[in-house]
């Protein structure tokens, strides 16, 4: 079976600290993605990435940065927490190929909490 | 673009009934359809999708989805619930011709079945 690994389930942080949320997968998905969900809002892309190295702006890129310097990893950086940003963050990987579905596989998810 | 509606916020159901989760789309060309499943703190696990071919589609926990593609839906189904199935349920859209395989979900639904 596919994983996708978060590394942080639960975190606690204070305005303006910095926040590195990690995600492993093992499948050698060439595409991950970072999500955020929230209620009444369902699941809004933040970032993506296609190869390593490579990324791609999502729908609410603001305030957050990736980096993805191995194929299995891709990470999610918050430079400055600030309040909105209190969420639950989503990690998914997909195949990338002609005739795939483009169906995700997803981690655990990290709960992020901004005071 | 692409979208994906879940016009209910929640439904309620007792348990043994039949359920249907609604979920209609936009989207240029044909379209996958995913339905994904969410429980309390954890991540999106994949419940079935729709490629092509048979309108029915079945997947995991005995669910299944009918593809409509005059009135572009894809409800959710199951012909007995259990308490068990309560949790949170997304639909996603992807069309086929887009260039990078993004999924658009909605917002949720949230299923309730009481005892």
């Known amino acids: 079976d596919v994983k996708v690994t978060q590394s942080s389930r639960y975190l606690v942080k204070r305005t303006g600290e910095k926040v590195f949320l990690e995600c492993v997968q093992d499948m050698d998905h060439e595409n991950m993605f970072w999500y955020r969900q929230d209620p009444g809002l369902g699941l809004r892309l933040i970032y993506f990435s296609y190869d390593v190295k490579m990324k791609e702006k999502g729908d609410i890129p603001e305030g957050y940065s990736v980096s993805r310097e191995k194929k299995e990893r891709f990470s999610l950086i918050l430079e400055s927490t600030s309040t909105n940003q209190t969420s639950m963050y989503l990690c998914a990987s997909s195949f990338l190929g002609s005739g795939d579905t483009g169906e995700l596989f997803f981690g655990e998810g990290s709960r992020l909490t901004v005071l | 673009a692409q979208s994906v509606a879940q016009p209910e916020d929640q439904v309620n159901v007792a348990e043994g009934n039949p359920l249907t989760v609604k979920c209609t789309y936009s989207v240029s060309g044909n379209p996958y359809l995913f339905w994904y499943v969410q429980y309390p703190n954890r991540g999106l696990q994949f419940l079935l999708k729709?490629?092509?071919?048979?309108?029915l589609v079945k997947g995991s926990y005995g669910f299944e989805a009918e593809f409509n593609k005059s009135q572009t839906s894809f409800h959710l189904k199951k012909p007995s619930a259990l308490v068990s199935d309560s949790a949170l349920y997304f639909c996603?859209?992807?069309?086929?011709?887009?260039?990078?395989?993004?999924?658009?979900f909605g917002t949720g639904t949230r299923l309730l079945v009481s005892p």
């Open positions: 729709y490629i092509t071919g048979d309108n």
């Open positions: 996603a859209v992807r069309g086929r011709n887009t260039g990078f395989q993004k999924l658009v």
